[in-house]
Nanobody, 123 residues
Framework: VQLQASGGGLVQAGGSLRLSCTAS????????MGWFRQAPGKERAFVAG????????YYQDSVKGRFTISKDNAKNTVYLQMNSLKPEDTAVYYC?????????????????WGQGTQVTVSS
């Protein structure tokens, strides 16, 4: 499966952005989709995830209540709506997919990756 991410940009603190990740190729209803982020000098970290059906979601504690992950099954696209952005949300954001429906947060479990998209939040 190929993943194409988009939607990053520069925004002021308190603002919003929506990231998109479109899957193509051999997709599967048994995939789990995740968004990760990597800030300079830090490891890639799980942000949010959703089952391929869109029925179950999971969030890192620091983004709960501010970020919403969703999926448009007709478009094979996963979205990450980011509200109330903070400077500490600044990072390169990646979408990823793995086989299975379990919530697994380590990036090593994810086989398929999209290219990163930069999100910069100014104070």
């Amino acid at each position: 499966v190929q993943l194409q991410a988009s939607g990053g940009g520069l925004v002021q603190a308190g603002g919003s952005l929506r990231l998109s990740c479109t899957a193509s190729g051999r997709t599967s209803s048994n995939y789990y989709m995740g968004w990760f982020r990597q800030a300079p000098g830090k490891e890639r970290a799980f942000v949010a995830g959703i089952t391929w059906s869109g029925s179950n979601t999971y969030y890192q504690d620091s983004v709960k209540g501010r970020f919403t992950i969703s999926k448009d099954n007709a478009k094979n696209t996963v979205y990450l709506q980011m509200n109330s952005l903070k400077p500490e949300d600044t990072a390169v954001y990646y979408c990823a997919a793995r086989d299975g429906v379990l919530v697994l947060t380590p990036s090593s479990y994810y086989k398929y990756w999209g290219q990163g998209t930069q999100v910069t939040v100014s104070s």
